[in-house]
């Protein structure tokens, strides 16, 4: 069963502003990841946070983890068109030996 | 770039056609999945494998079977294809335990008419 869910499902914002994109989620989880789509393409992972961090950070990205609300949220700073894609996120089972679980999805677009 | 490969990219065929979607990965993973993705959508896993002669339905139910008799292959087939099996295929592995981040390959589109 589907336990991620993305918030907006899509965004639509202009180059130099932030984007930023939630995911909540039902069960407990060993870590929680966020994913890349380009169109027609595989998913690229971008970051990983575990169960016991709160705030983690690559480049423009920040992922902040709220165990307590079950939801976590991506920051993308001073977008770029290229940056234009479908971003997922992904948690992973406490035991951390179950799949990976998707959400539908952010669909971000970015005009230069 | 992941080193875990996808055969066809694109494949049209008819009705009724049995079809095997390859899917290769030289990182030695022992963990490998599938999933079904239409256009812009959610991610369905079809089946997953955490080990040669391991295999596991998905939470999507599905047609297709898998076989997993060497650790870097996971082919995927349809025996007799449906328009309904329209949609990409996505293969992916990760490494043994913890939830290790997922390594996809390019997917396979596939359209039957």
């Known amino acids: 069963s589907q336990q991620g869910e993305e918030d907006p499902q899509a965004l639509s914002i202009q180059e130099g502003e932030n984007a930023t994109m939630n995911c909540s989620y039902k069960t407990s989880i060993n870590n929680l990841q966020w994913y890349r789509q380009n169109s027609g393409r595989g998913l690229v992972h971008l970051i990983l946070i575990r169960s016991n961090e709160r705030e983690k950070h690559s480049g423009r990205l920040r992922v902040t983890l709220d165990t307590s609300k079950k939801s976590s949220s991506l920051l993308i700073t001073a977008s770029r068109a290229a940056d234009t894609a479908s971003y997922f996120c992904?948690?992973?089972?406490?035991?951390?030996?179950?799949?990976?679980?998707f959400g539908k999805g952010t669909r971000l677009s970015v005009i230069a | 770039e992941a080193d875990i490969y996808q055969t066809p990219r694109y494949l049209v065929i008819g009705t009724g056609k049995k079809i095997t979607l390859e899917c290769s990965q030289t990182?030695?993973?022992?963990?490998m999945y599938w999933y079904q993705q239409d256009p812009g959508m959610e991610l369905h896993l079809i089946h997953y494998?955490?080990?040669?002669?391991?295999?596991e339905k998905g939470d999507l139910s599905s047609e297709s079977t898998v076989s997993r008799i060497r650790t870097e292959h996971f082919p995927l087939t349809l025996e007799s294809a449906r328009p309904s099996h329209t949609s990409q295929y996505l293969c992916?592995?990760?490494?043994?335990?913890?939830?290790?981040?997922?390594?996809f390959g390019q997917g396979t589109r596939l359209t039957v008419v």
């Open positions: 494998s955490y080990g040669v002669n391991s295999t």
């Open positions: 992916a592995s990760s490494e043994g335990g913890g939830g290790m981040e997922a390594f």
């Open positions: 992904a948690t992973a089972g406490p035991s951390g030996n179950t799949p990976l679980v």
């Open positions: 990182m030695g993973h022992d963990k």
